[in-house]
């Protein structure tokens, strides 16, 4: 696989390639013995902004763990910024390359807005700072920042339990924007939200990712945002890709297809395993 030279992302120390900031090469996955995803093939180049469409339990989720390092494929390659995953998984480099937006934000509410974001350095820190970190009051200024991007500035201080569901969620991008990696996953990041509330999410995540310099994959469950905030959208069914278009060419005709129930087959004859 061809690749073009390697440049420094604007204003951070990370080292992106120039062509692709993440590839699936004929990836399986299993779970239980049981197929999940694959074989699928995708290539996001560095700064595109791609979206994942599809039915429940098209392989969205785990395709996006699978980028993350959180789940190794059963077959096939995994390619971050050109570097091979399965050599990466469980290294510190590993957080400076990709970063998972979970659909549960897994914060600590008891803590500040400021203590969670700060958590995004964690793997960065030995353990005697990430443990001043958390208990402390110690400045750090990446934190204030991602704070302040995500509209939260003035509540930097207030613990996130007393926080709405969309405030927390902010804080979770907060995190993700200290952890500072070069590609952002985001797993159904609007799923609990209003339409206008998804649209100011969608556009806050697009507009830090253009901003930064950043890859951004995402899960979307509702296919019209899809079309309005990416630039590419990618439909996936039974853990393959169903299409793989620009948002123009993503028609009604065409989700009608990837969305269709298929009919119930009636008495079947049960196959024996073989």
Request: hydrophobic share 45%.
């Amino acid at each position: 696989m061809s690749r073009a030279r390697r440049r420094p992302a604007p204003d951070t120390g990370r080292t992106v390639d120039g062509a692709d900031a993440c590839v699936l090469d004929e990836v399986t996955v299993a779970y239980g013995g049981r197929p999940a995803v694959g074989p699928l093939s995708l290539a996001v180049p560095t700064g595109q902004a791609v979206a994942l469409v599809g039915p429940s339990g098209a392989g969205k989720t785990t395709v996006l763990r699978v980028l993350a390092g959180q789940v190794a494929p059963a077959s096939g390659a995994v390619v971050l910024a050109g570097q091979d995953l399965a050599r990466l998984r469980g290294r510190r480099e590993l957080p400076r390359l990709v970063g998972l937006l979970p659909q549960r934000f897994d914060l600590v509410p008891q803590l500040s807005v400021r203590h969670n974001a700060q958590a995004g350095a964690l793997g960065r820190w030995g353990l005697l700072r990430s443990v001043a970190a958390l208990l402390l009051p110690l400045e750090h200024p990446p934190a204030a920042d991602a704070v302040r991007r995500v509209g939260l500035g003035e509540r930097s201080a207030t613990r996130v339990a007393d926080l709405s569901g969309g405030e927390q969620q902010r804080v979770a991008i907060a995190r993700l924007l200290v952890q500072d990696p070069a590609v952002l996953l985001a797993d159904e990041p609007v799923a609990s939200l209003d339409p206008a509330r998804a649209d100011q999410l969608l556009d806050l995540l697009r507009g830090m990712a253009r901003d930064d310099g950043r890859t951004l994959v995402a899960s979307l469950h509702a296919p019209e945002l899809a079309r309005r905030h990416f630039d590419r959208v990618v439909g996936l069914r039974d853990g393959r890709v169903v299409f793989d278009l620009p948002p123009a060419q993503v028609t009604d005709d065409v989700l009608e297809g990837l969305y269709r129930l298929l009919a119930p087959v009636e008495h079947r004859p049960r196959q024996e395993a073989g």
